[in-house]
């Protein structure tokens, strides 16, 4: 195991790959609907796989690093400072409408509480750099990808100038939960919404 761990290796992402966005939609579960307007899985594949390719918001690959075993990519993660990350909520919000134009509107017309307890989410505090979002392929799960790609960030965090990294995790995600807490980050705060119950975490680095 720990020969398979040493042949992890974190890149910047690349606009070109071919799970980048399929990731991001992993690690966003259900929330993804509310962002394409859709629950039907061509339309989500297809939605993230332009914002991943587009620059200049929260799922691009701009912002992206993936994980790689053998030249193949496990895994990805996005992050950046959380002012960065309020600054790319109306772009990507304007890349959403673009996208899908009446679509998304009509969806999340019917899923109110959903949309609700998207644009009213607090993710974080100005001070601290954040891990939007963190997924691994289901058949590398169990080789510290994810471990591997935190302790990335974390280190993107201090070059930055950050002593804090934060991220968020829904309530029942038992297993990331407590993955989190072993790599020591703490709970600091709690978001209860309509739609959904998250923790937020944060571990002082540096």
Same mark, same amino acid.
């Given at each position: 195991?720990?020969?398979?761990?040493?042949?992890?290796?974190?890149?910047?992402?690349?606009?070109?790959?071919?799970?980048?966005?399929?990731?991001?939609?992993?690690?966003?579960?259900?929330?993804?609907?509310?962002?394409?307007?859709?629950? $039907?899985?061509?339309?989500?594949?297809?939605?993230?796989?332009?914002?991943?390719?587009?620059?200049?918001?929260?799922?691009?690959?701009?912002?992206?690093?993936?994980?790689?075993?053998?030249?193949?990519?496990?895994?990805?993660?996005?992050?950046?400072?959380?002012?960065?990350?309020?600054?790319?909520?109306?772009?990507?919000?304007?890349?959403?409408?673009?996208?899908?134009?009446?679509?998304?509107?009509?969806?999340?017309?019917?899923?109110?509480?959903?949309?609700?307890?998207?644009?009213?989410?607090?993710?974080?505090?100005?001070?601290?750099?954040?891990?939007?979002?963190?997924?691994?392929?289901?058949?590398?799960?169990?080789?510290?990808?994810?471990?591997?790609?935190?302790?990335?960030?974390?280190?993107?965090?201090?070059?930055?100038?950050?002593?804090?990294?934060?991220?968020?995790?829904?309530?029942? $995600?038992?297993?990331?939960?407590?993955?989190?807490?072993?790599?020591?980050?703490?709970?600091?705060?709690?978001? $209860?919404?309509?739609?959904?119950?998250?923790?937020?975490?944060?571990?002082?680095?540096?």
């Amino acid at each position: 195991m720990s020969s398979i761990k040493s042949e992890i290796v974190i890149q910047k992402a690349n606009a070109n790959s071919v799970v980048g966005g399929k990731l991001n939609q992993m690690a966003l579960d259900y929330m993804a609907y509310c962002l394409s307007g859709s629950e $039907n899985p061509n339309v989500l594949a297809r939605t993230f796989r332009k914002l991943w390719k587009n620059g200049e918001n929260r799922f691009s690959h701009q912002y992206a690093f993936e994980a790689r075993v053998d030249g193949r990519i496990v895994g990805m993660m996005t992050c950046y400072p959380i002012k960065l990350l309020n600054r790319l909520a109306w772009p990507t919000f304007k890349q959403l409408l673009a996208l899908r134009k009446f679509q998304l509107i009509r969806y999340n017309m019917a899923h109110l509480k959903l949309l609700y307890s998207m644009i009213s989410m607090k993710e974080g505090e100005e001070d601290e750099f954040h891990i939007g979002t963190i997924a691994s392929l289901p058949e590398s799960r169990g080789l510290g990808i994810g471990s591997k790609l935190l302790a990335f960030a974390e280190e993107q965090a201090v070059l930055q100038g950050y002593s804090k990294c934060s991220l968020t995790v829904k309530k029942e $995600n038992e297993l990331a939960f407590k993955l989190y807490q072993r790599l020591g980050y703490t709970v600091s705060g709690e978001i $209860n919404k309509p739609a959904f119950s998250m923790y937020r975490m944060v571990k002082k680095i540096g």
